[in-house]
């Protein structure tokens, strides 16, 4: 069974998603995390990006495989280089080209295929799963998700205004919602939770009665 989780940056998606998948005993996959090392392949490889073709060239070459908790590059594990601010800024020029993603969902497919699977991203209930038994989309109002990584930020001992987390943040949506192709948006057949005001195990535990009812139909 495939479980989609998508949903908008900072909607507390990947924590979720990957604890689910260990109550469910099923494996996990952060799509994000692959579309964060094509970029950083990129740059390490300096990709001129205003070059489209040479980013399409790149990007069906590149090697980077999901092992079920790490991303790898070549082999190498860059799951901390691929959170870094300069990976985050120049994804668009990834993410938004076709050839790009159609490659990043082919790895995708293939790593899941045969699977018990929760994956988590933008487009996977809408277009890379489409056909996946259960499909949540996990949301939050914009101020909810940037008070919480504010939060996040602070506990980390690195505090960053909270109108500059969110101008961010303003910015990430509104490339993640006018995307051609991949863009965020919930299937029309997705579960839809609006977690403001609800903790993380709230969250959790929805996601779970929801996957179990559907587990049950299935069976
Ligand atoms: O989930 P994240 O923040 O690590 O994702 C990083 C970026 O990758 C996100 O802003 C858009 C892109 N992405 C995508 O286009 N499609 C996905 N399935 C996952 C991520």
Redesign the pocket.
Same mark, same amino acid.
Request: proline share 0%.
């Given at each position: 069974m495939i479980v989609t989780i $998508?949903g908008p940056?900072g909607a507390g998606?990947?924590s979720i998603a990957k604890i689910a998948a260990d109550r469910l005993g099923f494996e996990f996959l $952060?799509?994000?995390? &692959?579309?964060?090392a094509m970029t950083l392949a990129a740059i390490r490889a300096q990709v001129d990006f205003s070059d489209t073709q040479e980013i399409i060239r790149f990007s069906s070459t590149v090697d980077i495989q999901w092992d079920g908790q790490r991303v790898l590059l070549k082999g190498e594990d860059v799951s901390a280089q691929i959170r870094t601010p300069p990976v985050?800024d120049a994804?668009?020029f990834v993410?938004d080209l076709p050839d790009s993603?159609s490659r &990043?969902s082919e790895i /995708?497919r293939q790593v899941s295929t045969g699977r018990n699977m929760v994956t988590?991203?933008? $487009? /996977?209930g809408s277009e890379?799963f489409s056909d996946a038994e259960c499909k949540i989309f996990l949301t939050a109002s914009p101020e909810e998700r940037a008070r919480r990584r504010h939060q996040q930020l602070a506990d980390m001992g690195r505090p960053v205004p909270l109108e500059e987390i969110l101008r961010a943040q303003d910015r990430?949506d509104e490339? $993640?919602r006018s995307?051609e192709i991949?863009a965020l948006r919930p299937a029309d057949d997705a579960s839809i939770i609006e977690s403001d005001g609800m903790t993380t195990d709230d969250v959790l535990e929805l996601i779970l009665k929801i996957v179990r009812s559907k587990i049950a139909e299935q069976s």
């Open positions: $998508d940056a998606k990947s $952060d799509t994000g995390a &692959l579309y964060r985050t994804i668009r993410a993603r &990043l /995708q988590e991203g933008r $487009d /996977q890379v990430r490339e $993640d995307r991949g």
